[in-house]
């Protein structure tokens, strides 16, 4: 008898220390009807001597959810702090921000003039912000950007996210950068993220042009065929429309499979050599293309491919960024810690380039 009620105590007890542990588990926790969800999220530079202005993008919720109405609210602080304009704005709201679902980071391209490492401080380090949440640049500004309701959308943000994930539109012209890239590449040395740039078109958004970006901010703008470029060099691009002008001819290649590789060798001849194979159809041509005479076109293409790839390669090498990861390669290849990074300072302007791309046309593009 002695035995069953020291059990029994030792079991009560034991289920009382566990409702206790529940308890403090649910501290905190509130009802999905009492949370407004943040998905998407700006800063621009500041106003009327504030440091930054925090613009968060709410939806709304629908009382059918199979309307799907794009319904969303834009609340705006300035602050000399992102933490302290969030906490700020919660008091012009009736619910507590949830930013589990957040998935977009803009940053306006004033602000993104200045040091990134301050300004991506505070979501590096927010718990409940996702990792693989996409930044951006924003023209003009982050609010602008965050305020495009395209009439394809029928969730807030949605289109931003199908437009950066696997599955959205496939097109080179459109580079994704997350949350956790973005902090890799700002910390660690020899290679330097890209951020793409998002800015209004005709009450949609247009994704075609990137930034190259250092610690202390905006270092190198790329252009649409110099990000197309960008992507299909580091094999993120699957498919692309190549176009040539020759004279007063000029054609386009559909690419349907693009296999780029680069190589860095050092020595008394520094060199980074660019090799690869584009397998592609002709899509457009000024003049009738014969079987007989794919050799010209891909002659063409690969001139033009390997002409423009050693022109952006050296236009990054002037202005002293590396997008590729030329110096975290030889960082990693080569083992004396105390002077490997000053060795590569002083090799990366020396850097010769070679490009060897070879272009396959399949077929003329002609439908008999």
């Given at each position: 008898m002695r035995l069953a009620k020291l059990e029994f105590f030792a079991r009560s007890a034991l289920v009382l220390?566990?409702?206790?542990f529940a308890g403090i588990g649910f501290n905190g926790y509130k009802?999905?009807?009492?949370?407004?969800?943040?998905?998407?999220?700006?800063?621009?530079?500041?106003?009327?001597?504030?440091?930054?202005?925090?613009?968060?993008?709410?939806a709304l919720p629908q009382a059918d959810?199979?309307?799907?109405?794009?319904?969303?609210?834009?609340?705006?602080?300035e602050s000399n702090s992102i933490g302290e304009a969030v906490a700020f704005m919660k008091s012009q709201v009736d619910k507590e921000f949830d930013f589990g679902h957040m998935k977009m980071i803009f940053i306006g391209?004033?602000?993104?003039?200045?040091?990134?490492?301050?300004?991506?401080?505070?979501?590096?380090?927010?718990r409940d912000i996702q990792k693989i949440a996409y930044v951006a640049v924003a023209r003009p500004d982050a609010a602008t950007a965050l305020n495009i309701k395209p009439m394809f959308e029928q969730l807030p943000s949605s289109s931003l996210f199908t437009a950066f994930g696997d599955e959205g539109s496939e097109t080179p012209y459109i580079v994704t950068e997350y949350l956790f890239d973005l902090h890799r590449r700002l910390h660690e040395r020899g290679i330097d993220p890209v951020v793409p740039i998002v800015e209004p078109y005709k009450k949609q958004f247009d994704i075609q042009k990137a930034y190259i970006v250092t610690r202390s901010g905006i270092k190198?703008?790329?252009?649409?065929?110099?990000?197309?470029?960008?992507?299909?060099?580091?094999?993120?691009?699957?498919?692309?429309?190549?176009?040539?002008?020759?004279?007063?001819?000029?054609?386009?290649?559909?690419?349907?499979?693009i296999k780029l590789d680069h190589e860095l060798?050092?020595?008394?001849?520094?060199?980074?050599?660019?090799?690869?194979?584009?397998?592609?159809t002709v899509e457009v041509a000024s003049e009738t293309v014969e079987p007989s005479e794919l050799g010209k076109f891909e002659?063409?293409?690969?001139?033009?491919?390997?002409?423009?790839?050693?022109?952006?390669l050296k236009k990054l090498q002037e202005d002293d960024v590396d997008p590729f990861g030329f110096g975290l390669h030889y960082r990693a290849t080569h083992y004396?810690?105390?002077?490997?990074?000053?060795?590569?300072?002083?090799?990366?302007?020396?850097?010769?380039?070679?490009?060897?791309i070879r272009v396959v046309l399949e077929t003329p593009g002609v439908v008999e």
């Amino acid at each position: 008898m002695r035995l069953a009620k020291l059990e029994f105590f030792a079991r009560s007890a034991l289920v009382l220390a566990l409702l206790m542990f529940a308890g403090i588990g649910f501290n905190g926790y509130k009802d999905i009807d009492k949370r407004f969800f943040v998905v998407s999220m700006g800063v621009d530079e500041g106003k009327n001597g504030f440091l930054y202005e925090v613009t968060l993008k709410l939806a709304l919720p629908q009382a059918d959810p199979k309307a799907a109405k794009n319904e969303f609210l834009l609340i705006k602080r300035e602050s000399n702090s992102i933490g302290e304009a969030v906490a700020f704005m919660k008091s012009q709201v009736d619910k507590e921000f949830d930013f589990g679902h957040m998935k977009m980071i803009f940053i306006g391209e004033s602000l993104a003039k200045r040091n990134w490492l301050k300004t991506m401080d505070w979501f590096f380090r927010r718990r409940d912000i996702q990792k693989i949440a996409y930044v951006a640049v924003a023209r003009p500004d982050a609010a602008t950007a965050l305020n495009i309701k395209p009439m394809f959308e029928q969730l807030p943000s949605s289109s931003l996210f199908t437009a950066f994930g696997d599955e959205g539109s496939e097109t080179p012209y459109i580079v994704t950068e997350y949350l956790f890239d973005l902090h890799r590449r700002l910390h660690e040395r020899g290679i330097d993220p890209v951020v793409p740039i998002v800015e209004p078109y005709k009450k949609q958004f247009d994704i075609q042009k990137a930034y190259i970006v250092t610690r202390s901010g905006i270092k190198t703008a790329l252009n649409p065929q110099e990000t197309g470029l960008y992507s299909m060099l580091l094999n993120r691009a699957e498919r692309a429309t190549l176009s040539v002008q020759r004279g007063t001819d000029s054609f386009s290649v559909t690419a349907d499979e693009i296999k780029l590789d680069h190589e860095l060798r050092t020595g008394a001849k520094p060199t980074v050599t660019v090799k690869g194979t584009v397998l592609g159809t002709v899509e457009v041509a000024s003049e009738t293309v014969e079987p007989s005479e794919l050799g010209k076109f891909e002659s063409a293409l690969e001139q033009r491919m390997n002409e423009d790839i050693i022109s952006l390669l050296k236009k990054l090498q002037e202005d002293d960024v590396d997008p590729f990861g030329f110096g975290l390669h030889y960082r990693a290849t080569h083992y004396n810690n105390d002077t490997e990074w000053e060795d590569w300072r002083k090799i990366y302007p020396k850097l010769t380039f070679e490009s060897e791309i070879r272009v396959v046309l399949e077929t003329p593009g002609v439908v008999e």
